[in-house]
């Protein structure tokens, strides 16, 4: 019994712990300010937002191909996944290119695009841990919108999510008004 209850302690405080260093203990802040421009390479998804990492590793090897470093890479989820069956789920997944990258050569189903520089809310979050992304969007999503609300920003607009694995944070951004027709 006493080294059950050491074992079952011992499991808390490592889950708390992991939990804490994955960012569940962060504030989070949103601000207005202006994000971009982006010059991306992406692919349009549908289907299940699980498929974001997946993507996401396929355009970075492609990108790899092509002599260009990065890790900075993004989705914009352009549907609420409570309210649309998941088969029928929209997103674009792919890299936001350092300043100065060249053109890379890609497959037909891959398109690039210059994001405009816009204002928008914008938080950022830890990203330590797979659980960090979870973490996140269960934090930050609800002060988000609450801030999105207050300010008078339409509902119901697609999100654009940032990931940084080198800089060991995520930088959400709402809403997101995007056009990749390069006009």
Do not use: C, W
């Not at 069956?85 to 060249?102: A, T």
């Not at 210059?114 to 914008?122: N, Q, S």
């Amino acid at each position: 019994m006493k080294i059950a209850l050491i074992l079952l302690s011992v499991a808390f405080v490592f889950i708390a712990g992991f939990l804490a260093y994955s960012g569940a203990l962060s504030t989070v802040v949103v601000k207005e300010e202006k994000v971009g421009p982006f010059h991306i390479v992406y692919r349009e998804v549908k289907g299940s937002y699980r498929q974001t990492g997946k993507v996401s590793m396929e355009i970075q090897s492609l990108l790899k191909e092509n002599g260009i470093d990065n890790d900075r890479f993004f989705a914009v989820y352009l549907d609420d996944p409570r309210s649309v069956p998941e088969e029928n789920l929209r997103s674009l997944v792919g890299h936001i290119l350092p300043p100065g990258s060249r053109e890379a050569k890609l497959p037909a189903e891959y398109k690039s695009a210059i994001l405009p520089e816009r204002l928008a809310l914008v938080s950022v979050f830890p990203l330590k841990t797979q659980a960090s992304i979870f973490l996140g969007m269960f934090k930050v999503y609800p002060a988000i919108f609450a801030q999105a609300a207050k300010s008078g920003y339409p509902d119901k607009k697609p999100s654009l999510e940032i990931y940084e694995p080198s800089k060991g944070q995520t930088i959400y951004i709402y809403p997101f008004e995007y056009d990749t027709s390069g006009k």
